[in-house]
């Protein structure tokens, strides 16, 4: 049983977490011709604007109320009416996806009843645009509540509820924040290479996977549709991807009969399998022939792979569901987790991540406890703490700011494993380190203590 | 608080500011930060801008004082240097949590989290820095700073610069003020000499303040601070026994460079960094100001030489470069010209200026702009993304120079883009800098890729054939067998 360790420090050390607004920005980013606007001061989007553009090398879309010190004394109602107006005469967004701060939600205002107020003095302005209210204070949760809540908001405030006719090949996906624009990309192949037709929410692919439009957008530009989101009721099933897309599932689910199926993780062959059989069964249809292909690379990937993972000891910090699914990842390859570091403890997910503990921390944590492991797994600004120890670092999550298209790496099914296993072995085998007779003398350690002895065959 | 807006008025009077100057007393009191449009807003707020100028102090602990995002999504984001500690990069926050917020123990952890950044990393001084939240929910940073400082034996530093307060622009000055009260002047250095300036407002963006400081090396002249580029916290607290002062980013830091001329008399000019002669008169000025305060005159000569050298040699290799930049055209975005020695200098070499922002420009300078540009309407006070994108997606520039917020406006008109900016990778200070400078913007506009990403696809040419791919919709299997089978996978599948 694994044991989850709170955080006790008073000084947070090199941050792991990115902010629960951002995640809700990110899923808002997912869909076509949005504006996420922050409630709160002009810095709060202004750092989450730089980071995303850090990130993805693109112009975001992101706005802020603006709030100054008489509106956080008096209370932001008129700030968020007068961004509200301004967004959509500048730019005439089909949603705008307000994110709450911990500026706005420590002074604690009636959010949803403001938006409602201004959504009816203002009907005829505001007309053809949806407005979502995500509640996303800093001071809790990270990307991974933000973007669930968002998504929550979005199918709670837009999706017509009710029972309707289904239409049998219609698919709905609700993927976790952790999938790239080249899993959401892979998944939808996947699923339409059974005949089906998958509606996915949010779907970054379309807005954030770097592409030349013929025009200057101010919003974004592709993702899911507001009128996708509105009839997300009549699709026969939905698949759902990490455990933090439970919640809106479940609305989903509540509100128009929706039954949903989840797929805690993507990676690794067995859940693989599981998802194709699903999509088998739902579609009547066998799996292509393709898909059999992927599956016999990704076959002989972990039979070539499999010699450069036995026995490596891996320090994964990243949100708990990405860490679920590459601690799963590097023990089904034989790889032991010596460290586990995660942003929040609400995640249920965090008791079956197969290591003795999870530490609810920071990077300065992973430095800690990843000392003596072959490798460090977590996001760019691991690099510190990888330069510090001597360990590799392997970039995941976000941000990835000092490497190029993290968008397009595939994490997900047949061909996401089989990459991800490309990846873990290149980096080992980049770091060998040449045998000198000293490391493999036999007398070496002999008149050290027993437990400082260490196997010389333990590092690559 | 009332501290805090007695601080900002005093800031708005800025005797040494030349837009100040030509205000009424009204419109002074006002202040400089305009205020922002709820939706159309763009820029940083005052912690931003305070950490910006602080940040950079290489072997203080910056601890920021704030629920996650303020720390948690801004942190070794800077591309300045450092020429040994590394702990500036290290990020530390009280990260606060809804519970330290309704129960009101944001001062207790902020105590807790000084003494644990003093045990583990014992560095000179902690910087805490106040922001929004911890404002709003009335913490006292000054009283747990001056409590910290008292009980572990070191400076604690308060930054109050909550993000509300205003703009960047105000927590550069805000910062300025906090190292006025609190470490100017708190070290006595044991080897003042006649030839210690300070440089104020100088970032070390990629180093390139080290392609400058040889020059006052070989002049034996000594930088006794370089606030904030590469600075060591005492350098800081002594900085107030250097006999001259140079400003270099105007704007940030005039109000310390004036007030350290108050109180200990210390000469201060602005200058800049880039472009040949404003390099030059930079190094001028300072020797000049170092012998009317005692320094021997015969500097003077020295500081001709070398400049008559270095001047020939950076003209020289600028000379190669003509060939292939003669008639091209730039685009300067950078919302004022920032050095008129830049544009000197590319006008030298045979490249034209073809437009420029002039949201912050004098009118003497909106005058010199006027002469440079063959054409008056392209002097424009802010340009709307979108405009900016037509004018060069009509290839009306060869390259445009701005900072990151207008990249891809570049980029995706598929026109060259030159940072010209604080982020951006390349050092272009000095004279070695301002060939980079040239270097790039000849890189950038020669760079095979743009003949191959404007070209269009071959098949562009050919008419569309109007194809529609064979639909794929199918009604015919029941909803029913549908619903039975997704009934039960939901819990099938709930383990995977």
Known sequence: MVRILPQTKAAAVNPLKSSQPLGAALAFLGIDGAMPLFHGSQGCTSFALVLFVRHFKEAIPLQTTAMDEVATILGGADHLEEAILNLKTRTKPKLIGVCTTALTETRGEDFAGDIADIRQKRTEELAGTEVVLANTPDFEGAIEEGWAKAVTAIIGSITRPGEQARRSKKIAILPGWNLTVADIEHLRDMVESFGL???????????????????????????????DIRELGTAVQCIVIGEHMRRPAELLHRLTGVPYAMFQSLAGLKTADRFVSLLSAISGAPV?????????????????????FGGKKIAIAAEPDQLYQLATFFVGMGSEIAAAVTTTNMSKILEKIPAESVQIGDLGDLEVLGAGADLLVTHSHGRQAAQHLGIPLMRVGFPIFDRLGSQHKLTVLYQGTRDLIFEVANIFQTNRHAPTPEALDPFRHREMPDELRSSPFARH | MSWLNAKIQDLFNEPACEKN????????????????????????????????????????AHLVHAPLACEGNSWDNRGTASSGPTLWRTSFTTDLTELDVMMGQGERKLFKAIREVKEAYAPPAIFVYSTCVTALIGDDIEAVCKRAAEKFGLPVVPINAPGFVGSKNLGNKLAGEALLDHVIGTAEPDDAGPYD?????????????????PLFDRLGIRVRASIPGDARYLDVASAHRARATMIVCSTALINLARKMEQRWDIPFFEGSFYGITDTSEALRQISRLLVKKGADPEILGRTEALIAEEEAIAWKKLATYRPGLEGKRVLLNTGGVKSWSVVHALMEIGIEIVGTSVKKSTPEDKERIKKILK?????????????????LSQRKADIMLSGGRTQFIALKAMTPWLDINQERHQPYAGYDGMVELVRQIDLAIRNPIWRQVREPPPWECQLATGDEPPSTKSETVTVQSFKKFAGTTADDFGEC
């Open chain 2, 197 to 213: 300036i300070n440089i104020l407002g100088e970032f070390n963006l990629s180093g390139e303040f080290w392609l400058v400081k």
């Open chain 2, 375 to 391: 054409d008056e309407n392209h002097m424009f006070e802010t340009m709307a993304p979108r405009d900016l994108y037509a004018m």
């Open chain 2, 21 to 60: 100057r030509g205000k009424d007393a009204k419109a002074r009191k006002q202040g400089c930060s305009k205020p922002l449009t709820p939706g159309a807003a763009a820029g940083g707020c005052a912690f931003d801008g305070a950490k910006i100028v602080l940040q950079p102090i290489t072997d203080v």
């Open chain 1, 197 to 227: 037709e998958p509606v996915i929410l949010p779907d970054v692919s379309g807005s954030l996977d770097g592409t030349v439009p013929d025009r200057w957008v101010t919003t974004t530009y592709g993702g899911t549709s507001v009128e």
């Open chain 1, 288 to 308: 292509p022939a393709g898909v059999r292909r992927r599956r016999a690379q990704l076959q002989d990937a972990l039979l070539d792979g499999h010699f450069h």
